[in-house]
Antibody, heavy 118, light 107 residues
Framework: QVRLQESGPGLVKPSETLSLTCTVS????????WTWIRQPPGKGLEWIGN???????NYDPSLKSRVTMSVDTSTNQFSLKLNSVTAADTAIYYC????????????WGQGTTVTVSS | DIQMTQSPSSLSAFVGDRVTITCQAS??????LNWYQHKPGKAPKLLIY???NLGTGVPSRFSGNGSGTDFTFTITSLQPEDLATYYC?????????FGGGTKVEIK
């Protein structure tokens, strides 16, 4: 059974970089794509971007200038970096596995809360 | 950019009621639409993929329909455990976009 687990600081200062890692256990990081999605307080789900095992990426246009995703197939991990954060980046951040056949996310991490505050 | 308009934003219904949520795309997205259930404090769960295909282990009271620009999601007999927010998600352009969500409450 594939499991995803997000890890990283729960508190980030404004203007600094948010860094999260998602560890994939129970399955291979190949074949699928891997995605980050967030939910700000009181708001809906927001897609941040996708990364493939090849390292190719797609990012939401509104975040593209601040986002970097990477993947490490040797450790079965993928990561998110979001720079120059503001309070608007406060959210629950989810990592998820995407199925290429229908570009839907069939396995999700439990989510991690990141607060941007000084 | 493709816009996804989901309605209603919230609804309240009785156990046993039929509930329908709609999602409209600003341009043709063929059948490239998925539906998720998101319960408070939990991770979202994929219910429907490719507009009408039931996800693994998903109860048959959930269904999806539509193609092109207009899509519907239906719960044929609402259950207490269906309390959640439901989202549509499109992928026609490989840039994934979620609808605004529909919060379903039980009367």
């Amino acid at each position: 059974q594939v499991r995803l687990q997000e890890s990283g600081p729960g508190l980030v200062k404004p203007s600094e970089t948010l860094s999260l890692t998602c560890t994939v256990s129970g399955g291979s990081i190949s074949t699928y794509f891997w995605t980050w999605i967030r939910q700000p307080p009181g708001k809906g789900l927001e897609w941040i971007g996708n990364i493939y095992d090849s390292g190719s990426t797609n990012y939401d246009p509104s975040l593209k200038s601040r986002v970097t995703m990477s993947v490490d197939t040797s450790t079965n991990q993928f990561s998110l970096k979001l720079n120059s954060v503001t309070a608007a980046d406060t959210a629950i951040y989810y990592c998820a596995r995407g199925v290429r056949d229908y570009y839907g996310m069939d396995v999700w991490g439990q989510g991690t809360t990141v607060t941007v505050s000084s | 950019d493709i816009q996804m308009t989901q309605s209603p934003s919230s609804l309240s219904a009785f156990v046993g009621d039929r509930v329908t949520i709609t999602c409209q795309a600003s341009q043709d997205i063929r059948n490239y639409l998925n539906w998720y259930q998101h319960k408070p404090g939990k991770a979202p769960k994929l219910l429907i993929y490719d507009a009408s295909n039931l996800g693994t282990g998903v109860p048959s009271r959930f269904s999806g329909n539509g193609s092109g620009t207009d899509f519907t999601f239906t719960i044929t007999s609402l259950q207490p455990e269906d309390l959640a927010t439901y989202y549509c998600q499109q992928y026609d352009t490989l840039l994934l976009i979620f609808g605004g969500g529909t919060k379903v409450e039980i009367k």
